[in-house]
């Protein structure tokens, strides 16, 4: 596949905390596309989640920079671009403001793929291939052909190719692409690793080693953090 030396990914996320299916979303995201940068960009108030039983934002990122540390691959790097905009954060506000901040690049959205069932949810979701290529990962399951149809729903008339394993749609009326890469699913989940390790379990495979220690040392604050979340809100 031709190399885009122009396209930065970005993955955004609650990050509450980082584990490897992150880890593993951005590097195969980078190695898919060749991209020499994937952000990981947290966001501030997720529109999704509840705001409380989240960590502060400087909390996600003192974290993330203990994982990042420890995974030893400079294409990935942390952006706090979220910090700077006014909650909440809609993905169309963070790429608008990322698109301001560097004009001469392509950024490459990831989201995995229940996300893109849902895109005509979001706010501008439809319009969100005008600023933006999307990378789009089965979180369960093969998810390819729900990646179709959503395509071809979203944007009729839109053609799709396959490149070897990757789904590569040029949506009818947008500047950019959607692609669908089948990564294998690999189950986890911050929600279930923080009621794991709130309730004394072993959670070492899926953190890495330097983020678990910044927890460990942290247990009392973090635990009272987490255990805020409303009633109802998965763990
Ligand atoms: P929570 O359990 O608190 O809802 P989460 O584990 O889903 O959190 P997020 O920070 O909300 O993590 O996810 C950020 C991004 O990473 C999303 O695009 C999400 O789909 C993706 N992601 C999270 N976990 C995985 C995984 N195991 N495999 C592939 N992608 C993942």
Redesign the pocket.
């Known amino acids: 596949m031709q190399t885009h030396p122009q396209r930065i990914g970005i993955?955004?996320?609650?990050?509450?905390p980082?584990?490897?299916?992150?880890l593993?979303?951005?590097r195969s995201m980078a190695d898919t596309l060749h991209l020499q940068q994937v952000l990981l960009m947290?966001?501030t108030v997720?529109p999704h989640?509840a705001a409380s039983g989240?960590l502060p934002f400087a909390t996600r990122i003192t974290i993330l920079k203990a994982a990042l540390q420890d995974t030893a691959d400079n294409r990935l790097c942390i952006s706090s671009l979220e910090a700077e905009l006014t909650p909440p954060s809609y993905t169309w506000n963070l790429l608008t403001a990322f698109r301001k901040k560097h004009p001469q690049t392509e950024p490459v959205f990831?989201?995995?793929?229940?996300?893109f069932t849902l895109l005509r949810t979001w706010y501008r979701g439809m319009e969100l291939p005008k600023l933006t290529h999307l990378f789009v990962?089965?979180?369960s399951g093969r998810e390819a052909e729900a990646f179709k149809s959503s395509v071809e729903a979203y944007w009729p008339g839109s053609v799709i190719k396959q490149n070897g394993s990757l789904l590569e749609a040029s949506p009818n009326g947008m500047s950019y692409r959607c692609y669908f890469f089948p990564?294998p699913?690999?189950?986890?989940?911050?929600?279930?690793?923080?009621s794991v390790w709130m309730a004394g379990g072993d959670i070492s495979r899926f953190i890495p080693h330097s983020a678990l220690q910044y927890l460990e040392a942290h247990r009392d604050e973090i635990t009272k953090i987490w255990n805020e979340a409303p009633v109802g809100d998965?763990q």
């Open positions: 993955l955004g996320g609650t990050f509450n980082i584990h490897i299916g992150h593993r979303f951005a947290p966001c997720p989640k989240i990831a989201l995995g793929g229940e996300d990962a089965p979180r990564l699913h690999l189950q986890v989940s911050s929600s279930h690793l923080r998965p």
